[in-house]
Structure formats: C-alpha cells, structure tokens
C-alpha cells in the first residue's frame, strides 16, 4: 500500500514566522493530497489540497508544493498566529482508491 | 463546505455494554463512509469502510463482530461497539467521501469504558 512519511513529528515557530511541513509518500500513481488540521479533541479539517496537474496551490496564508519527481509535498503557513496551533496530517490515496493512508502528525506551537 | 456530523461527541460507558456512534453528512451523499480510531497523540488507524447498502469492509486486525457497523442510507453511517471493555477506549472519528474525491471528518468521539 501507499506509504507516507511526514516531518517534523513537532515544530515550534515564533508568532509571525513561516512553519513548514514535508510529506513523502511511495505511490507514483497517486494524484491528490490533502492537508488536515486538527485541534485537540476535535476531528480532522481539511485546509488544502493539491492535485499533481499543479505543482503549487494557495489559499491565503496557506500554500501546498508538490514534486512528482522527489514524490514529496509540503504545507507552508506563513504570518503563523496562536490559533495556528494544532497538529497537521498529510494524506495520500491508496493505490487510487477513495482511503487515504495517513502521515504520523506534525504538532505545531506558536510561540507568542 | 461539506459538513459531516458525527454523534455523541463524548460517551461514558460501563464495560460489557454496547455504544452506538452515528455519522451523518448533513449536505451531500455520501455512499461511501470510515471509520477510524486514534489514540492520543498519535495518526487516524482506518478500522472499517462503510458502504451503502452493503457490507463494511474491515482492516486486517479489526474485529466486525466487535465494531457493527451500518450504512443505511446515503447520508447515515453508525458504528456499535458491542460489549465494551476498557480497552476500547479511544477516540473515534467518521469521514464521509464528498465531490472530487475529497475527505471530509466527522467531530470524533471520545469513549471511556469504565
């Protein structure tokens, strides 16, 4: 099956400073990723996604870079403010299927 | 966006009694549905796919006759763990297939079995 790795497993960043967050994953095959936020006690939200037509996707703060070649993805937060503070998962399909095999969570703290 | 509903947001329960968690997307059909557990600090374990109308597909290692799981409808997806044991304590989370094979999550469960 698809395997993901995702680093760092913590990451701690000053208020205002960029944060980012790498994936790799081992199917070639595989065309969208998505990013999760969640806060404790809560269930995943997605934030972004990108699909490997485009190697670069934004939404305001948050932006999305994918490599087919390296076969690796990363969640960049730029401004990072306190209510940043989460864990984030990467995601990759299955061998194309609708499950998603997981990374291992990046927990992010904004320093004030 | 999607919105996915997932219920009870937290149960207490005593060991060798049966816990039912609904999932619901509010907003779109959904034929297909997981279910995951996760322990603290630590990734989503997809235990089961739920599939309208038809059986759940289980993980390797996850037993069905302990976790019963039910996809009704296009829009309704629950999980029973039956015969609780403290061991089952954890948290679980639904997700729900929506447009363009995006995953939405449900709020988890937080289940302690006393």
């Known amino acids: 099956g698809e395997n993901v790795e995702q680093h760092p497993s913590t990451l701690s960043v000053q208020e205002g400073d960029s944060a980012v967050i790498k994936c790799t994953y081992s199917?070639?095959?595989?065309?969208?990723f998505p990013w999760y936020k969640q806060e404790l006690g809560k269930g995943p939200q997605l934030i972004i996604d990108?699909?490997?037509?485009?190697g670069e996707k934004k939404d305001q703060r948050i932006a999305v870079t994918l490599n087919k070649t390296a076969k690796h993805f990363s969640l960049h937060i730029t401004e990072t403010q306190p209510e940043d503070s989460a864990v984030y998962f990467c995601?990759?399909?299955?061998?194309?299927?609708?499950?998603?095999?997981f990374g291992t969570g990046t927990r992010l703290t904004i320093i004030p | 966006g999607a919105v996915v509903s997932q219920h009870p947001s937290r149960v207490i329960c005593k060991s060798g009694t049966s816990v039912k968690i609904e999932c619901r997307s509010l907003?779109?059909?959904?034929?297909?549905m997981f279910w995951y557990r996760q322990f603290p600090k630590q990734s989503l374990m997809l235990m089961a796919t739920?599939?309208?109308?038809?059986?759940?597909?289980?993980e390797q290692g996850v037993e069905k006759d302990k976790f019963l799981i039910n996809h009704a409808s296009l829009t309704l997806s629950t999980l029973t763990v039956t015969s609780a044991h403290p061991e089952d304590s954890s948290f679980y989370i639904c997700?729900?297939?929506?447009?363009?094979?995006?995953?939405?999550f449900g709020s988890g469960t937080q289940l302690s079995v006393l």
């Open positions: 997700s729900a297939s929506g447009q363009h094979e995006k995953l939405f």
């Open positions: 199917d070639s095959a595989s065309n969208y």
């Open positions: 990108i699909r490997s037509n485009v």
């Open positions: 739920s599939n309208e109308g038809s059986k759940a597909t289980y």
């Open positions: 995601a990759a399909p299955n061998f194309g299927n609708e499950k998603l095999t």
């Open positions: 907003d779109f059909q959904a034929t297909t």
